[in-house]
């Protein structure tokens, strides 16, 4: 399911159900499973508000937008740079979020 929350909280909502749709549609045990226990390490990084404060709303969307067309449309390798890109680009802005939390505390 892809959807754009109007609110950070509706959207972190819709997030984790579109990477648990993703996940289970991979069919692979292993790739589960890690992906359970990374997701939960990350958990207290993937607060509403570090996605708000970065507006990776719209631009997450549109990550997501990519990954399901290139999966529609059968193509591996656009799959896979579209994860790539998406994982990439949420790291980034989780350091960006938590380098400035830092400065500001300090």
């Known amino acids: 399911p892809v959807a754009m929350g ?3 909280p509706d959207y972190a909502l ?3 159900q579109f990477h648990d749709a993703i996940r ?3 069919h692979n045990e292993t790739l589960d499973e890690s992906i359970v226990r990374l997701r939960q390490r990350l958990a207290p990084f993937r607060q509403p508000s570090m996605i ?3 507006d990776r709303l719209q ?3 549109e990550e997501h937008q990519e990954l399901v067309s290139a999966i529609l449309a059968g193509d591996r390798a656009a ?3 579209a994860i790539l890109n998406h994982i990439t680009a949420t790291s980034l ?3 960006e979020v938590l380098s400035a939390a830092l400065r500001e505390a300090s």
Request: proline letters at 0%; zero cysteines; charged letters at 35%.
């Open 6 to 8: 109007n609110e950070a």
């Open 14 to 16: 819709l997030n984790e």
């Open 24 to 26: 289970e549609g991979a």
């Open 52 to 54: 708000k404060k970065r």
């Open 59 to 61: 631009t997450s969307f």
């Open 79 to 81: 799959a896979h740079d």
């Open 93 to 95: 802005s989780t350091i």
